[in-house]
T-cell receptor, first 114, second 114 residues
Framework: AQSVTQLDSHVSVSEGTPVLLRCNYSSSYSPSLFWYVQHPNKGLQLLLKYTSAATLVKGINGFEAEFKKSETSFHLTKPSAHMSDAAEYFCVVSDSSGTYKYIFGTGTRLKVLA | EPEVTQTPSHQVTQMGQEVILRCVPISNHLYFYWYRQILGQKVEFLVSFYNNEISEKSEIFDDQFSVERPDGSNFTLKIRSTKLEDSAMYFC????????????FGDGTRLSIL
């Protein structure tokens, strides 16, 4: 069975400092992995996706993530946080065995301090 | 950019009443999904729909739930007799294909059961 673990429920960073949001996955198949962001009262917006091509994936708004099979990790990073990055971030694995349903992590709430 | 749209944004219903949540997926997409997020909990898969039939449903999706694509553009989720525990944010999503394709989410419908 596939699963996703987001290691931090809350992360606080100062504006202009790096962001690291951690995600570990478990999958019996070659996984498709995604990061989504949810701003208050809004839907889920795709930040980036990994689908077995390059292991370093670049996304929108300066975010990137590195797929590390040996560590079963897919951590999200950004070199310099902006106030507008404050939101909830979800790591997601897609069930590639059948219907491609998403399995979500519990989310990490990112707070950016001025 | 094409969007998934959901209506209404907020629905308040008395317990035991029927409710229909509506979604218009992106027009050329073939896979459709409903997820829900109970306040403070993670996003959970409810059901996937492809080729005019349910392809997978979760344990949550019991006989009280049904989905329909009545006219080739709308995708609806019906809850026949609502319970207090159905209160949640419901997200509709669609994707062009299954494997390796990201799902696009609507902004959600907040369902409040009184």
């Amino acid at each position: 069975a596939q699963s996703v673990t987001q290691l931090d429920s809350h992360v606080s960073v100062s504006e202009g400092t790096p962001v690291l949001l951690r995600c570990n996955y478990s999958s019996s198949y070659s996984p498709s992995l995604f990061w989504y962001v949810q701003h208050p009262n809004k839907g889920l917006q795709l930040l980036l996706k990994y689908t077995s091509a390059a292991t370093l994936v670049k996304g929108i708004n300066g975010f990137e993530a590195e797929f590390k099979k040996s560590e079963t990790s897919f951590h999200l990073t950004k070199p310099s946080a902006h106030m507008s990055d404050a939101a909830e971030y979800f790591c997601v694995v897609s069930d590639s065995s059948g219907t491609y349903k998403y399995i979500f992590g519990t989310g990490t709430r990112l707070k950016v301090l001025a | 950019e094409p969007e998934v749209t959901q209506t209404p944004s907020h629905q308040v219903t008395q317990m035991g009443q029927e409710v229909i949540l509506r979604c218009v997926p992106i027009s050329n997409h073939l896979y459709f999904y409903w997820y829900r997020q109970i306040l403070g909990q993670k996003v959970e898969f409810l059901v996937s729909f492809y080729n005019n039939e349910i392809s997978e449903k979760s344990e949550i999706f019991d006989d009280q739930f049904s989905v329909e694509r009545p006219d080739g553009s709308n995708f609806t989720l019906k809850i026949r007799s609502t319970k207090l525990e159905d209160s949640a944010m419901y997200f509709c999503a669609s994707s062009l294909q299954g494997l390796n394709q990201p799902q696009h989410f609507g902004d959600g419908t907040r369902l409040s059961i009184l």
